[in-house]
């Protein structure tokens, strides 16, 4: 089976462990939700898989080969990376810049009936087709995070690594884009996305992986990995999980008590 695997990874950066033999296995159809608390590892684990950061020890196998053995337009047709913070403050029009994400496809005489088909369908799945000929300056932060994961869906890719791509986003956007990403899914190819919410995980997740300190602690299941006790023990937090009268799973946070 096609699938993105990290084995034993391991990277230092600026002298300190990053990452610290982490192994996780991505099945396509299938959105994992990666977890942590700030500086947990989860944007150094993506680069990873992405190719932005070569690992000291271990690898990323795509489909079972090594990630160096894929020359650079392979790789960006197999993985499409949302980083955490991308934004664009050049007067591009949106229209442009999503087409830009059919790049690696692109045929030598040009744009294709299937690259326009792509960008059409990837800014209605985020809802930026009426902004197709505004510049993106003259967008706001929410509206730009949103042609930027456009740009991103317009590749088609195998593999859709997403960093936070809810943050700038209002309550009806979070909602539309977690379900934009499990129709990325649905649609056969493997999703991984960091979250903090973990309403939002729940709510998209087949799969979760928490790190933590650059290591794995959990991965499984939602229900099984975010129990109270362990999100006590990686967030601090105290948690009280409910289900509401329609059957919407939910986690509550607060403050552990005061000893
Ligand atoms: N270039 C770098 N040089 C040194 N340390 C780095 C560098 N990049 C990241 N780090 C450190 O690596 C650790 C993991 O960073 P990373 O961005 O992967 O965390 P994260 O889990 O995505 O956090 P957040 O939730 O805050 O986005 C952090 O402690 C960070 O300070």
Redesign the pocket.
Known sequence: MSVLAAENLTLN????R??DAVSASFAPGRVTA?L????????????CLAGLHTPDAGEVLVGGQPRAALGMRDLARQIGLLP?DADVHWDIDVATLVALGRYPHRARWGETETDRTAVVRAMAATDVTQFAARPMTALSGGERARVLLARVLAGEPQWLLA??PLANLDPAHQLDTLGCLRDVARGGAGVIV?L?DLNHAIRVADEVLL?YD?RIVAQGAPADVLTPERIAETYGVSSHIGTTPDGVRFIVTSHMAQR
């Open positions: 950066l600026g002298g300190r990053v990452l990666v942590g608390p700030n500086g947990a590892g989860k944007s150094t684990l993506l680069s955490q960093d936070e960091v903090h790190l650059g």
